[in-house]
C-alpha cells in the first residue's frame, strides 16, 4: 500500500455494505479496512489509524453511539461519518458528537463528498 493513500474504516454490520464502500472507496484511491462490530472497530481503531471512520449506528452489541464516544476520547481529530439507514437518528443528541450524518444509499456521492471534505479539512 502507497504510504500516502488515506485510510478508511468501516464499521458495519452488514456485509453488503463492507463489499460496497470497499469496492467504491478503493476506486477513489482510498485504502479501506472494514469490520463488522464495534467491539472490532475499537480494536483496530489505534492499530490501524485511520484517516476517517464510517460507522453505522445500529449494530449489535455495542452500538455506534457508543462506538463514536470512545473513538472521540482516544483520537478526537479523527474524523467520524456515522451511517444509517434511519434518518431520524439525526435527530439524536449523540449523533452531534460525530462530523457528519450520511443516510445509507447505493448512490455514494453524498459519503464520498462527506468523506473528502473531512480528509481535506484534517490535512490542511
Same mark, same amino acid.
Given at each position: 500500500? #502507497?504510504? =500516502?493513500k488515506?485510510k478508511i474504516l468501516?464499521?458495519d =454490520?452488514?456485509?453488503?455494505?463492507?463489499?460496497? +464502500?470497499k469496492?467504491?472507496?478503493e476506486?477513489?484511491? +482510498?485504502?479501506?479496512r472494514s469490520v463488522?462490530?464495534?467491539?472490532? !472497530?475499537?480494536?483496530l481503531?489505534d #492499530?490501524y489509524a485511520p $484517516?476517517?471512520?464510517?460507522? =453505522?449506528i445500529n449494530?449489535?452489541?455495542?452500538?455506534g453511539?457508543?462506538?463514536?464516544?470512545?473513538?472521540?476520547?482516544k483520537?478526537? !481529530?479523527?474524523?467520524v461519518?456515522l451511517s444509517?439507514a +434511519?434518518?431520524?437518528y439525526?435527530? $439524536?443528541?449523540?449523533s452531534w458528537?460525530?462530523?457528519? +450524518?450520511?443516510?445509507?444509499?447505493f448512490n455514494? =456521492?453524498?459519503?464520498?463528498?462527506?468523506?473528502?471534505?473531512?480528509?481535506?479539512?484534517?490535512? !490542511?
Open positions: 500500500m #502507497s504510504a =500516502d488515506k468501516v464499521v =454490520d452488514e456485509e453488503h455494505i463492507h463489499l460496497l +464502500y469496492e467504491e472507496l476506486e477513489e484511491g +482510498y485504502e479501506v463488522l462490530s464495534g467491539e472490532e !472497530a475499537l480494536k481503531f #492499530s $484517516d476517517l471512520v464510517i460507522l =453505522d449494530m449489535p452489541g455495542m452500538d453511539i457508543e462506538v463514536l464516544r470512545q473513538m472521540k476520547q483520537r478526537p !481529530a479523527t474524523p461519518i444509517s +434511519y434518518p431520524e439525526k435527530q $439524536d443528541l449523540a458528537a460525530s462530523d457528519d +450524518y450520511i443516510v445509507k444509499s455514494l =456521492d453524498e459519503l464520498k463528498r462527506s468523506i473528502k471534505k473531512h480528509i481535506e479539512k484534517n490535512n !490542511a
